[in-house]
C-alpha cells in the first residue's frame, strides 16, 4: 500500500516540502517535468498513438501544446481532457495551416539528401546545408504554429501570419529553440538505442515543454501584454 501511495504521489506531481517554483523560462519548465514526470510520461505515449494515421500530427501537436501550455502558464488544472478537446476540434481545421511548414520541412530534408549525388565536394556542401537551413526554418514554423494554436482559437490564415511574424522577428527565441534542440538530438543520437527507452518515455513531450517555455515569454510580450493595456484603456 505505501508503495502506491509513492508512485500516485509521483504521479500527481505531490512535495512534501512548499517552495516558491520558478515563474518562467527553461527553469520551470525543468521544474514542472521533475514534478509531473508520470503526467509528461502519460502525455508522450498519448501522442505517439494519435499520430499513428499520420494526417492527425498537426491536430496531435496542437493538443499536447494545449496540454502543456496550460502546465506552464497555470501549474494546475490541466488534464487529459485539455488534449483531447483540442485534438477534435483541431482534426481537420489545423492541417492547412501546416501544410506550409510541413513542405518546407520535406524541401529541406530533400535538398539534404540530394547533396550525396554531387560528385563535388563543394557543390555537396552547399546543397547540403541550404537544405539543412530550410529544414531549420520549417522545423521552427513548425513549432511556432504549434503553441499558437493551442494558445489562440484564430483563423489559419491569422495564425499563420503570426508565426511567420514571430518567426521573423523573435531570432532570440529561434536561437534557444534551436540550440536546445540542436543539443537534444545530439545527445538522443550519441547514445542510441538506449536513448530510445528516454524517448519512448519523454521524447515528444519534454521538448515540446521546452518549446512552450521560450515561446511563453514572446507571446506574452508581443501580443497578451500589449492587448491587456489596451483593453484596459478602453
Do not use: H
Amino acid at each position: 500500500m505505501k508503495i502506491l501511495n509513492r508512485f500516485m504521489k509521483w504521479y500527481w506531481g505531490d512535495n512534501d516540502t512548499e517552495k516558491e517554483p520558478p515563474r518562467e523560462g527553461l527553469k520551470r519548465a525543468l521544474f514542472l517535468f521533475i514534478n509531473f514526470p508520470g503526467k509528461m510520461m502519460l502525455l508522450n505515449l498519448i501522442f505517439i498513438i494519435s499520430c499513428i494515421p499520420i494526417f492527425t500530427v498537426p491536430a496531435a501537436v496542437s493538443g499536447m501544446q494545449r496540454y502543456l501550455i496550460r502546465m506552464f502558464r497555470d501549474g494546475y488544472g490541466f488534464s487529459v481532457s485539455d488534449y483531447f478537446k483540442e485534438f477534435r476540434q483541431s482534426l481537420f481545421r489545423r492541417i492547412p495551416a501546416f501544410i506550409p511548414a510541413t513542405g518546407i520541412v520535406f524541401y529541406g530534408y530533400y535538398l539534404m539528401s540530394l547533396s550525396g549525388n554531387f560528385s563535388d565536394g563543394v557543390i555537396e556542401a552547399w546543397v547540403f546545408g541550404t537544405g539543412f537551413a530550410v529544414l531549420t526554418v520549417g522545423s521552427l514554423l513548425f513549432t511556432w504554429l504549434g503553441v499558437l494554436s493551442a494558445m489562440f482559437d484564430i483563423r489559419n490564415s491569422s495564425l499563420l501570419k503570426n508565426a511567420l511574424i514571430l518567426l521573423i522577428t523573435e531570432w532570440k527565441t529561434n536561437g534557444k529553440l534551436f540550440a536546445f534542440y540542436s543539443m537534444y538530438f545530439f545527445l538522443m543520437g550519441s547514445f542510441f538505442p538506449y536513448s530510445m527507452f528516454v524517448f519512448a518515455a519523454f521524447g515528444f513531450s519534454f521538448p515540446a515543454l521546452v518549446s512552450c517555455a521560450f515561446i511563453n515569454s514572446s507571446v506574452q510580450r508581443r501580443i497578451l501584454t500589449p492587448f491587456e493595456e489596451k483593453e484596459v484603456q478602453i
